[in-house]
């Protein structure tokens, strides 16, 4: 029998994996998509996303950034990093090299899904496989989740993503975060000649319209690469991120939005989370561990988002970081950390 069993091979299943492996335990891995796989998200990884793959052994390419630059039609302001950098990478170029460093440790991915799940009190059983625990990251929409009665309705509009890439050379060395009425996007450089677009918004549409809501943006990018990607709804609430030996980490832990850009630097924390628990076969600490591991991006990102739905306080987010920089400034290196 195994140790730990991840369901799902996206970046928060092969972070739980890597960690596990690296506290010797041993590790499997079930993902029934050709890898890598894409998908809709902004590509930029703050600072402490960074050092951890660096501390994994994950080296990826890409651009790095030094800060985040927030605009409204009129105005604008920078807030940098205090220390270190991000990094704008490709999902799928970051899903390859974690993909990489998983083979280097020996983890097997196998190209299987979780089907039927049961338990009893020394392991787990699915496909075909019996651990001591079961990581269930199978993502936003996790079918285990659902399947588990874990699932809770959503409250409030519903927010939805979707990306584009455009083969342009990355104007700044700042990920830039567009305000419009409804609607934000973020641009990052990821490549020498390529930037990736991603759109926020409650209003359902084709790209090219939620663009057009940004009209100084879209007037600097041509040249579209790829095709466009989507995600949602983003708003997932979970009544435990435990059931018996079960845990879940990443989306499928829950998720509030990506207005902030913490996803995956949130995921890999409650992926260390998870590991030592499972390493301390104390699985019933994990929901708190979990907790306050995610507790400041919840806290910041719900209090945003609450903001950001108010039409009077959305407009004033930009223009009171114009008038409050440092104050903004030390927001973002509260998320950088």
Known sequence: MIDLLVAGGGPAGLVTALLAARRGLSVTVLEPRALPVDKACGEGLMPHAVELLSELGVQVPGLPFRGIHYADARRGVDALFATGTGRGVRRTTLHAGLTDAAARAGIEIVPRAADRITQDADGVRTAGFRARYLAAADGLHSPIRRALGLQRPSRGPSR??????????????????????????????????????????????????????????????????????????????????????????????????????????????????????????????????????????????????????RPLLSRAIVPAATRLPRAFTTLVNHLAR
């Open 160 to 309: 939805h993503g979707l990306r584009q890439h455009y083969a342009v050379s990355p104007w700044a060395d700042l990920v830039e975060v567009h305000w419009a009425p409804g609607a934000e996007a973020y641009v990052t450089p990821v490549a020498p000649e390529l930037v990736g677009v991603a759109i926020l918004t409650t209003t359902r549409g084709p790209y090219a319209e939620q663009l057009a809501r940004f009209p100084a943006l879209a007037a600097k990018l041509h040249s579209p690469a790829g095709s466009v990607r989507g995600a949602g709804p983003l708003r997932q609430r979970v009544s435990a991120r435990v059931h018996g030996r079960i845990l879940l980490v990443g989306d499928a832990a829950g998720y509030v939005d990506a207005l902030t850009g913490e996803g995956l630097a949130v995921a890999w924390a409650g992926a260390a989370e998870l590991v030592a628990c499972v390493a301390a076969d104390r699985p019933g600490d994990y929901e708190r561990r979990w907790a306050a591991a995610s507790r400041r991006y919840r806290l910041l990102t719900g209090g945003l988002l609450w903001a950001r739905n």
